[in-house]
């Protein structure tokens, strides 16, 4: 009995070492693992005949399986790291990059000349404390213009007729309705500047556009004065151009009051580039600030303007034609 069983455990061994050498899979070694090692694998069921042994015969078989499994066991851990290693080497030479090879080549892209005006701005007013806000191209009139002082009937409304929507919503005519709408949800102190795309009505040539881009900033505080405008006027106007003449004159908008223009020299002539004035108190009531508590002043310009005495353009139609040759210029 003994020497059969020992017959066939020494079988076992060299069959299954074999097997597991020919295992080309993880799969596949998987399998042969519990075929001879499993609980209802071939060790186990002639193991289980060792009840019929002798007790001197009992250790003697014992050993001799111990020796089988731990030898199954090697082959089996031997031809897991092969296959483990043949499956990574497989794997890096499908994914191999020559680095020799040339890449693809993909042109550095350029700032456009409006995001660059418009970067250099916030960067400016962001300098100076203020917080960039945003809002809806798509306004209704109350934020576009009631709430801005220009009721239906005023006539500033007809220098801002503009793109009016079948809903009765409208294109927004400035970024002002962002100043309202973070009036209404913040409490001073407010210090804000809105860019954005703009519409307007108007007949497109060398210096107008239909479609074009405003910057406009907010300042909302206690005991502020027109003082504190030009100063932050000036200084951001001297950044943004140098150490220039700058000068204020009298003008009018419905949401500011007093209003005034702002001019610089340049290359010898006056050049108008910005509009501002202090915050007219119903402005201020309409998003529920005090005005006798609260003072405010605004100042808003036109990106492409800015373009265009900076890098010198003759015709707005340029930084809109998406013509490679004119915007590899900067």
């Not at 089996?76 to 483990?84: N, T």
């Not at 503009?162 to 709408?181: E, K, P």
Request: some cysteine; overall charge negative; hydrophobic content about 40%.
């Amino acid at each position: 009995m003994t020497n059969n069983l020992e017959t066939q455990l020494l079988a076992l061994q060299e069959q299954g070492e074999k097997a597991i050498a020919t295992a080309d899979t993880l799969e596949r070694l998987e399998e042969l693992k519990v075929s001879y090692l499993g609980k209802k694998g071939q060790l186990g069921v002639l193991l289980r005949s060792m009840g019929q042994l002798s007790e001197q015969e009992r250790p003697i078989i014992g050993a001799i399986a111990n020796t089988v499994k731990e030898a199954l066991q090697n082959s089996l851990e031997r031809q897991r790291a092969a296959l483990e290693s043949a499956e990574i080497e497989a794997q890096l030479k499908a994914e191999t990059l020559d680095v020799t090879m040339p890449g693809i080549y993909r042109p550095q892209g350029r700032i456009h000349p409006l995001n660059g005006i418009i970067d250099r701005a916030l960067d400016i007013f962001v300098g100076m404390g203020y917080t960039v806000a945003s809002g809806p191209e798509m306004e209704t009139d109350y934020y576009n213009f009631e709430a801005l002082n220009t009721p239906p009937d005023h006539p500033a409304r007809d220098m801002q007729d503009t793109f009016y929507l079948s809903d009765g919503n409208l294109l927004r005519t400035h970024t002002s309705s962002v100043q309202i709408r973070y009036m209404e949800t913040e409490e001073p102190p407010i210090r804000i500047v809105a860019p954005g795309r703009v519409y307007r009505r108007d007949n497109v040539d060398a210096t107008h556009a239909a479609v074009f881009h405003q910057i406009e900033l907010l300042a909302v505080d206690e005991d502020l004065t027109f003082t504190d405008l030009k100063g932050t006027v000036k200084v951001f106007l001297q950044a943004m151009f140098g150490d220039v003449p700058i000068r204020f004159r009298a003008s009018y908008f419905p949401f500011t009051e007093p209003s005034a223009e702002v001019d610089l020299q340049w290359n010898g002539r006056w050049l108008e580039v910005m509009g501002c004035g202090m915050v007219d108190p119903n402005v201020l009531k309409a998003v529920g600030y005090d005005p006798e508590v609260y003072k405010g002043f605004a100042a808003g310009f036109g990106v492409e303007r800015f373009a265009m005495v900076l890098h010198e353009l003759d015709d707005i139609r340029r930084v809109y034609a998406s013509d490679l040759r004119f915007l590899r210029q900067f």
